[in-house]
T-cell receptor, first 114, second 112 residues
Framework: DADVTQTPRNRITKTGKRIMLECSQT?????MYWYRQDPGLGLRLIYY???????NKGEISDGYSVSRQAQAKFSLSLESAIPNQTALYFC?????????????FGDGTRLSIL | AQSVTQPDIHITVSEGASLELRCNYS??????LFWYVQSPGQGLQLLLK??????LVQGIKGFEAEFKRSQSSFNLRKPSVHWSDAAEYFC??????????FGAGTILRVKS
């Protein structure tokens, strides 16, 4: 079984709909992250969480919200989806402190908004 | 704020040839540097990392990278490329709070 699991893997929806992407991990890491990937732009950080009570905005948080339900679960929501949120979304986890800990990624959710 | 530049969007090499993917970073303190690989339909897999010490680091799948502080570079190399190495490669710099900043990626194509 994957250490970082994202559901769903693919989703097609319409403009204005509310969408939730879920991430769960079995690595026991405290830190979790949500990124979006767009061609030619690499990965950009949406939100990150250092523990259940600590949630922080990343560089592109507008239009998104998150919920850390437990150490192992971190959900990303699009309250009212718009077409330019069509992208590949990744969840990641890391242990420890500082910038030296590598992040471990799920397989991604491909989201299309029509 | 940290940033990463990968100058090459696409690179094509012949199977068996050597490979070098370029990465330049900007960061005010000692950087933590990473290379990740993404195969189609999959997440990012860590190839190697640099924190301190020996500037030549070895990773998985026969990859290595060299940290050059004077050039702010962390280039990825492999002596002999295999067809299975075709993928997208990302360089990243880590700073405070475990936040990673990624480059735009380099797509590697391998021709037989």
């Amino acid at each position: 079984d994957a250490d970082v699991t994202q559901t769903p893997r693919n989703r097609i929806t319409k403009t204005g709909k509310r969408i939730m992407l879920e991430c769960s991990q079995t690595k026991g890491h405290d830190r979790m992250y949500w990124y979006r990937q767009d061609p030619g732009l690499g990965l950009r950080l949406i939100y990150y969480s250092f523990d259940v009570k600590d949630i922080n905005k990343g560089e592109i948080s507008d239009g998104y919200s998150v919920s850390r339900q437990a150490q192992a679960k971190f959900s990303l929501s699009l309250e009212s989806a718009i077409p330019n949120q069509t992208a590949l979304y990744f969840c990641a986890t890391s242990a420890g402190t500082g910038g030296r800990q590598p992040q471990h990624f799920g397989d991604g959710t491909r989201l299309s908004i029509l | 704020a940290q940033s990463v530049t990968q100058p090459d969007i696409h690179i094509t090499v012949s199977e068996g040839a050597s490979l070098e993917l370029r990465c330049n970073y900007s960061y005010g303190a000692t950087p933590y540097l990473f290379w990740y690989v993404q195969s189609p339909g999959q997440g990012l897999q860590l190839l190697l990392k640099y924190f301190s010490g020996d500037t030549l680091v070895q990773g998985i799948k026969g990859f290595e990278a060299e940290f050059k502080r004077s050039q702010s570079s962390f280039n990825l190399r492999k002596p002999s490329v295999h067809w299975s190495d075709a993928a997208e490669y990302f360089c990243a710099v880590g700073g405070a709070g475990n936040k990673l900043v990624f480059g735009a990626g380099t797509i590697l194509r391998v021709k037989s």
